[in-house]
């Protein structure tokens, strides 16, 4: 069976003995119930260093696609052009982490309560590890996060020196900077370390900084939105339960939905902005530190992160316009009000997806569980039933159907998280779970410093001259 899925894959010889490796190592520490997740990296990495040797030595030289003007002009939109081995975006089934949909991830990933949602913890495990853990696997990286959740005293220092309304991005991008100074793999690197174990020192900051992230996030919340009221952190929860608890909600279906939000935001390929620059900044052998805020200031740009609270606003306005409860005719012509008036109905399509996103249907489940009745939540439901007919009827929509952006605005508003400037400091904290992730894996694969080529305008008009 491995000799033809090998096959199928085009690979021979050492290409079999990598994944045969692969999956010696997993069945190894699977059998044995090994809860030290860098133990259980140290025992993958060398069979996937051989992969890719494997891969490389046999296709290397082989072509991915044609790269055309328009994607260079573009954007490079399109272009394969990236290894990033902890999620890939399938346009018909939306996104699968470590080769799991979100469906399965939810079927298969402890939860803090029975019949619950994942906890991040067990993503976590997933996305490095690339095997699903088991409770115990999951509550070890829990006690691990939170062994490692304390902040240095200089931390609120640095954000009391801004102005209190400096954006909440703002501050999550400072607070990371000021996290910096603890970084464990830039010590590693002025001591000359062999870069056979730069991954190890990569982990330790990544950990590090994942479990730091809550107390940031939600300092950030009180000090901009609660008048500085700290609230303690409780070593009784989970990492995304810790994190609503500190932001002062203590609800626990306001628990749960931090703990679903925090695992369908946290990675979605490589090449969006967060990931894309995290990656970038991180082949330049900069910390994670240094790499993840300079993701995390990709993300406070209005085309990438700021989509629910333009699906917030749009769904504003269409209630002080229409009424907290229009009918599904009114609700109708608004939206060919909004699409001939030349604006979009944001929330709705995707650069990739050509179905519902999956990440979409699993708020939604949530929302007909926890808030059947509320006004907002209904008229989101309506919305999905009308957008896509008149979207389709244009004929100019790839993909009229709605993404998670159009639905996760209204779950924070429900358990009265309503500052909307604060959800990318969420998203932001989400994201963290993924880019870090592959951040290890690239150290541990030896991945270059990345550099695209460029061209001039003028190089392109003398290269197609001729035609």
């Known amino acids: ?86 999620s890939l975006l399938d346009p018909e089934e939306g996104i699968r982490f470590r080769g799991l949909s979100i469906p399965e991830l939810q079927e298969k990933l402890p939860a803090a309560i029975p019949g619950g949602q994942p906890i991040p913890e067990g993503l976590l495990w997933l996305l490095l590890t690339g095997q699903v853990p088991t409770a115990s696997q999951a509550a070890a990286v829990t006690e691990e996060l939170r062994a490692r959740s304390n902040v240095p005293l200089h931390l609120r220092k640095v954000l009391d020196a801004l102005p209190a309304e400096a ?28 870069k056979s174990r730069y991954w190890e020192y990569v982990y330790e900051d990544s950990m590090d900084l994942i479990a730091k992230l809550p107390q940031l996030a939600a300092t950030i919340y009180r000090r901009t939105y609660r008048r500085g009221e700290y609230i303690s952190p409780s070593y009784n929860l989970d990492w995304a339960a810790n994190l609503a608890h500190m932001m002062g909600y203590e609800d626990p ?19 969006n902005v967060s990931a894309h620059t995290t990656h970038l900044v ?70 990739v997806l050509r179905k519902t996103d999956p990440r979409y249907t699993c708020q939604r489940d949530f929302a007909l569980k926890y808030m059947p009745e509320y006004p907002l939540f209904k008229l989101v439901a309506d919305l999905y039933e009308v957008v896509p007919e008149v979207l389709g009827k244009t004929g100019k929509i790839k993909n009229p159907w709605p993404n998670v952006d159009a639905h996760s605005g209204v779950l924070l508003q429900y358990y ?11 998203f932001g904290v989400s994201r963290a779970l993924g880019v870090l992730s592959q951040g290890v894996w690239s150290r541990a694969l030896g991945l270059p410093i990345e550099r695209p080529k460029s061209l001039t305008m003028g190089a392109l008009e003398k290269r197609f001259s001729g035609q």
């Open 416 to 426: 009265g998280i309503t500052e909307e400037n604060y959800y990318t400091v969420l």
């Open 253 to 271: 279906g306001c628990q749960e939905m931090m703990r679903m939000y925090q695992t369908i935001h946290s990675d979605h390929e490589g090449g």
């Open 1 to 86: 069976m491995l000799s033809a899925a090998a096959s199928k894959l085009g690979l021979t010889g050492l290409g079999v003995q990598a994944i045969s490796a692969v999956g010696n190592s997993i069945r190894h520490f699977s059998s044995t119930e090994n809860t030290d997740l860098k133990q259980a990296l140290r025992e993958l990495i060398p069979a996937q260093q051989e992969r890719l040797k494997a891969l490389k030595k046999a296709h290397g030289a082989k072509s991915l696609g044609e790269v055309t003007v328009d994607m260079a002009i573009g954007g490079m939109r399109g272009i394969p052009g990236m290894l990033w081995e902890t």
């Open 282 to 351: 991180g082949s330049a052998l900069s910390d994670p530190y240094l790499s993840f805020a300079a993701g995390m200031n990709g993300l406070a740009g209005p085309l990438h992160g700021l989509a629910n609270q333009e699906v917030l606003r749009w769904l504003k306005d269409l209630v002080a316009k229409l009424g907290p409860t229009p009918d599904k005719d009114a609700v109708r012509k608004y939206v060919e009000d909004t699409l001939a008036s030349g604006k979009v109905v944001p929330g709705y399509g995707h650069a």
């Open 167 to 194: 954006h909440p991005m703002t501050q999550l991008s400072m607070g990371i900077m000021a996290l910096q100074s603890g970084s464990r793999f830039q010590s590693a690197y002025a001591r000359g370390v062999h």
